[in-house]
């Protein structure tokens, strides 16, 4: 006999808007302490001396942890995620940054010191007396000024700016489709910087036990597994000794992939003390150090013959890294957009270069989508111009263009597969169209510099 039930919506929505989540912040534990973080507030400078006698000698405080301490306990953040050689078998650099900042700072937000004590208030307190001593350095917050010869280092281990350089595709093939080809049309966009903003900021408990050497870790998360295996890198121990908790989570959006230096501090302060450390971030501390998303410039190039039909497409991304590579963000910039880089269209050529640069901002972390909402925005501003320029139709471009279902499975110019789909079903029709008023000729805007 087979049961039909009735779908009565989603589970959580009552409990949630009833107020009965459960966030971080709703869990506590007996002999808690709390932390609170001194942050830069200068995008770069030289750290010349931190003071921190008149926190240490407030009441309440426990413990006040700065990067010597965590260098001394070997506590690092885990190294970006590898990625396959770049151009000329160029490897992702990341500069040598630990949990706090030391010799320097490079972005607003990033902490420098963690201030323990009995309550968070207290632990406030004692933070606002820690004294930084800065000495100021020129900074440079955007990819056109970092790429400059004589723009400043935000590392001066890693020449130009430069962290990584992606390029796909065949770039001889694709340069001859496009002196061949009719008409070429030209865009340039920005998929701007954004902010997560989850609905709890983030927030992190560390409890440890001596006896097992287990870290019990309380954070908002997208994947226990991954967080998990990250924080046994940073605190030097085996995954078997992490055991990652969260309920209600409050939206992910791609930045709640990381274990940030905060958490690692946070269980490097519960180690020493023997008690829990609780920290519930600030919604202007999410702001300033939450990763941020996107911050791609979008350089697009789309060679048409005279009927319309796509010969080849070439793409240039500038993508703003910010002042150290994230865990998987090069990775979501480079190699995974390049493997549906040509859209839903048959497109017989390709060629690609990524270029990913250091500046003087908050890190940069794959967001909603992982690239692909940038991938549709160049590729289908690409078909509006050349429609508009070609005096096409934009639909019907689409449609002669489009994958048909007998096309699949079909196999993109850098070898991924579309293994199914049937997409003029789901609203295009799959029609054989020639166009009565082609525009041959170049398109004059400047091109790009592959």
């Not at 992702?92 to 420098?112: E, N």
């Not at 829990?276 to 999410?286: A, Y």
């Not at 300033?288 to 796509?310: N, T």
């Not at 017989?348 to 270029?355: A, D, E, S, T, V």
Request: glycine share 10%; with cysteine.
């Amino acid at each position: 006999m087979t049961m039909v039930t009735r779908h009565r919506g989603r589970r959580e929505d009552e409990r949630l808007v009833t107020g009965r989540g459960r966030f971080t912040a709703d869990h506590a534990f007996e002999d808690e302490t709390h932390g609170h973080f001194v942050r830069s507030d200068r995008a770069h400078a030289l750290l010349r001396s931190i003071e921190i006698g008149t926190a240490s000698a407030m009441p309440g405080v426990r413990l006040i942890l700065l990067a010597a301490d965590m260098e001394r306990a070997g506590v690092r953040p885990a190294p970006p995620t590898p990625a396959p050689a770049g151009a000329g078998t160029m490897l992702i650099r990341s500069p040598a940054s630990g949990v706090f900042a030391s010799a320097k700072v490079t972005y607003v937000g990033q902490p420098i010191a963690l201030v323990v004590a009995a309550t968070a208030r207290l632990a406030q307190d004692a933070a606002e007396t820690v004294a930084v001593n800065y000495q100021e350095l020129p900074a440079v917050v955007d990819v056109a000024t970092a790429m400059r010869p004589d723009a400043p280092l935000v590392d001066a281990d890693i020449p130009g700016n430069l962290c990584f350089d992606y390029e796909y595709g065949d770039r001889e093939a694709t340069a001859a489709a496009f002196d061949g080809a009719a008409h070429v049309t030209r865009v340039r966009l920005e998929s701007q910087r954004l902010i997560g903003n989850p609905l709890e900021p983030k927030a992190c408990i560390a409890r440890y036990d001596a006896q097992t050497g287990c870290f019990d870790i309380h954070c908002p998360h997208q994947g226990l597994s991954m967080i998990r295996d990250q924080f046994a890198l940073g605190m030097g121990v085996s995954p078997d000794r992490i055991r990652i908790h969260a309920n209600d989570v409050g939206g992910g959006f791609g930045v709640r992939i990381e274990a940030y230096r905060e958490y690692l501090a946070l269980a490097e302060a519960a180690r020493r003390l023997g008690q829990p450390v609780k920290w519930i971030g600030s919604r202007s501390e999410t702001m300033v150090s939450d990763f941020h998303g996107r911050g791609v410039v979008l350089f697009g190039e789309l060679a048409l013959a005279a009927d319309g039909r796509f010969l080849a497409i070439r793409h240039r991304w500038l993508v703003d890294a910010g002042a150290h590579p994230s865990m998987s963000g090069a990775l979501v910039t480079t190699l995974a957009p390049s493997a549906y880089l040509v859209g839903p269209y048959r497109t017989p050529l390709i060629h690609g270069r990524h270029q990913v640069v250091l500046t003087n901002t908050v890190p940069t972390t794959p967001y909603r989508g992982s690239a692909r909402p940038s991938v549709a925005y160049v590729i289908e501003r690409l078909v509006d111009q050349a429609a508009k320029e070609m005096g096409i139709d934009r639909i019907d471009l689409r449609r002669f263009n489009l994958l048909s279902r007998s096309a699949f499975p079909y196999r993109t110019p850098v070898g991924s597969l579309y293994d199914s789909g049937d997409w003029p079903a789901a609203g295009l029709v799959d029609t054989e169209i020639r166009f009565s008023n082609p525009i041959g000729g170049f398109h004059a805007a400047p091109g790009i510099q592959p």
